[in-house]
């Protein structure tokens, strides 16, 4: 299935996922269900995250973890609209108990065009075959006339462009944190919550990102608490 000529493509909307102004086509798109086990859930996701992390030799795994300490919540936090570089917030909404440092958060930051971790181009086949396992879970969260179109995007801006990034622990029972990120591509995931036992995850796309500031209304309805941000770098 290839791209329709014309036009610019779809935005990728995952199932359960909420729509921004223009209706279900719009992104961020997310996901979430704490405590985990819940509709929707993506801990499929997570198996695979892990599986490619175990794939990894202990060179790659290290080039990969860019930080011990995870994200409170996403990276790119709750922006409608992804800057130029992103960095986590200090806590999470409702969560002063566990706050990260500056130099957590530069650590973890996210910036547009400069992946960080392991790129698919460096992975061995089997490890390419796990981390593209992962892909195509997380493609396969999105409404089925997008999947086709939205792996064309992700080949044509180049697959092996995309990589893996992982922070906080290696351990599936404690709170941990990954990503992909390329071109036309950031696909988060975080189990930090409630001892490892509360899943977030967001689709987003770089290259063409808009939406009212849905996450933060979820997050701020789900999650009762302040939610005052810390202010970007």
Same mark, same amino acid.
């Given at each position: ?7 610019? $493509?779809?935005?990728? #909307? ?10 279900? +086509?719009?992104? $961020? ?17 997570? +198996? ?7 794939? %990894? ?14 994200? $409170? ?14 960095? $986590? =917030? ?6 002063? =108990? ?28 089997? #490890? ?33 462009? %995309? ?8 351990r599936i029972e404690e709170p941990h944190y990954f990503r992909l990120e390329g071109p036309v591509t950031l696909v988060e995931f975080d189990n930090t919550e409630d ?21 933060? #209304?979820?997050?701020?309805? #789900?999650?009762?608490?302040?939610? +005052?941000?810390? +202010?970007?770098?």
């Amino acid at each position: 299935m290839g791209l329709a000529p014309g036009g610019p $493509p779809p935005v990728p #909307q995952l199932h359960g996922g909420w729509a921004g102004p223009h209706g279900r +086509d719009a992104v $961020p798109s997310r996901l979430g269900a704490g405590p985990a086990g819940t509709v929707p859930d993506p801990r499929h996701e997570e +198996d695979l995250g892990f599986a490619v992390l175990a794939q %990894l030799d202990d060179d790659q795994r290290a080039t990969a973890t860019i930080h011990t300490t995870p994200p $409170p919540d996403f990276a790119s936090r709750c922006v409608p609209v992804l800057g130029d570089e992103e960095w $986590p =917030d200090v806590h999470g909404v409702g969560r002063r =108990d566990a706050p990260i440092t500056d130099a957590d958060r530069e650590a973890l930051r996210w910036v547009k065009g400069q992946p960080r971790g392991l790129s698919r181009a460096r992975m061995g086949a089997n #490890q390419q075959q796990a981390f593209d396992e992962l892909v195509e879970a997380f493609l396969l969260r999105l409404k089925p006339e997008q999947v086709g179109r939205e792996m064309d995007r992700i080949r044509n801006a180049g697959r092996d462009d %995309l990589h893996f990034v992982w922070a906080g622990s290696h351990r599936i029972e404690e709170p941990h944190y990954f990503r992909l990120e390329g071109p036309v591509t950031l696909v988060e995931f975080d189990n930090t919550e409630d001892d490892a036992n509360h899943v977030h995850c967001v689709w987003r796309d770089p290259t063409n990102d808009f939406g009212v500031d849905i996450l933060a #209304q979820h997050r701020a309805a #789900q999650h009762p608490g302040p939610a +005052d941000h810390a +202010d970007r770098p």
